[in-house]
């Protein structure tokens, strides 16, 4: 079996005469947290859509999970887990409503969904907030309940948009700790974040400027490469010459 589990060559989407995401090329291997850095406008959303089945390339190709993302997105979704920055979560419903709603889309069974479901709630010590409203709950709790949401299922692949926006320092560094034990038991996180200190934490860094990958390698790599202190100071190296904006 290939270690490669995503891989893109040339792939493109425009929108009329624009074109949000030009030609990018990359490969992301199994059990990586693989950081997808850009500035606001940069492309990196529409990317992940298509990675996600969700939206069609304009041409190039791609394959997440051995499945054709022009071919094949039914499949795609049912093989990874997405989390946005909004948590994806319906406030209304109690914690177990919806670890139950979200198990059923990814087609566990009834089964499945009880062993698993519970398995989580003692993992993050939620037990005990199991029939409690999800709008009643802390947003660094929503967070990390929407994480297990995503990975209910245990897909191969998690994708995180912005995952950590608008939550505490602390908050933030329990969540990458919850992103390292999935990377550490095989599964592959691909992860967009404006916060440059979590790129750090990434295992490899894409970073698109206006459409197009610019830089792709380890952190360390990346500051020797561009004689940076920080991945702060390599980003803003490369997104000043930025024609897109906020």
């Not at 493109?12 to 990586?32: L, M």
């Not at 990874?80 to 059923?104: C, H, K, P």
């Not at 029939?131 to 995503?150: E, M």
Request: net charge negative.
């Amino acid at each position: 079996m290939s270690n490669t589990i995503i891989s893109v060559r040339e792939l493109t989407k425009c929108f009329g005469d624009f074109t949000a995401v030009n030609r990018i090329s990359f490969d992301v291997e199994r059990g990586e947290i693989f950081g997808f850095l850009g500035a606001n406008g940069a492309g990196k959303t529409t990317a992940m859509r298509m990675l996600c089945g969700l939206s069609y390339p304009t041409s190039g190709s791609g394959k997440v999970a051995g499945f054709d993302i022009m071919e094949e997105g039914e499949e795609i979704k049912r093989h990874i887990g997405y989390m946005s920055q909004r948590f994806s979560l319906y406030n209304d419903l109690t914690v177990w409503e919806n670890m139950r709603l979200f198990a059923g889309i990814y087609g566990l069974s009834k089964s499945e969904t009880e062993k698993r479901a519970t398995e989580l709630l003692e993992k993050l010590n939620f037990a005990s907030e199991r029939n409690t409203l999800v709008g009643a709950l802390p947003l660094g709790w929503k967070q990390k309940l929407s994480f297990a949401v995503a990975t209910i299922h245990r897909p191969e692949v998690v994708f995180l948009d912005e995952p950590t926006g608008g939550v505490d320092p602390i908050t933030r560094r329990q969540f990458w700790e919850m992103i390292y034990e999935a990377a550490d038991s095989g599964t592959t996180i691909f992860v967009t974040t404006h916060y440059m200190d979590e790129a750090e934490y990434c295992t490899r860094v894409s970073i698109m400027v206006d459409g197009e990958v610019k830089a792709l390698d380890t952190p360390t790599r990346l500051k020797e490469q561009f004689a940076a202190k920080s991945m702060d100071e390599v980003f803003r190296f490369l997104a000043r010459g930025a024609k897109r904006g906020e």
